[in-house]
């Protein structure tokens, strides 16, 4: 069911912000003071969503790059539970709903 959530969430992104991304991986690269200017406000489940649909808006440029990776050791905590993926649902469409930067 994640990967399934994970094609939904790309697709529902790219329709609100434009940008074409396959996953929201866990790693995001940007400097300090540009993401401190982003005003970021999730810290649960929508703060990786949150920080790329913010970019989005702030017209940064986002790049989605592969990388080798191996599968997780252990059971995910927020996919690998009914309650972290209803959690996970809940916080990335109220991110999704709120106005872009300067709507």
């Known amino acids: 069911h994640a990967r399934a959530a994970n094609a939904v969430l790309a ?4 329709v609100r912000t434009g940008a ?8 995001r690269a940007a400097r300090r003071v540009d993401l401190l200017g982003l005003d970021l406000v999730d810290r649960r489940s929508g703060y ?4 790329v649909v913010r970019a989005a808006d702030a017209r940064w440029r986002i790049a989605e790059v592969d990388v080798r990776y191996l599968p997780r050791s252990g059971r995910s905590k927020v996919t690998g539970t ?3 993926t209803v ?8 991110v999704l709903a709120r106005p872009g930067v300067g709507a």
């Open 11 to 14: 697709r529902r992104l790219r």
């Open 20 to 27: 074409r991304l396959h996953d929201l991986g866990p790693m």
């Open 48 to 51: 990786p969503l949150e920080t």
């Open 82 to 84: 009914v309650r972290g």
């Open 87 to 94: 959690t996970a649902v809940r916080d990335m469409s109220l």
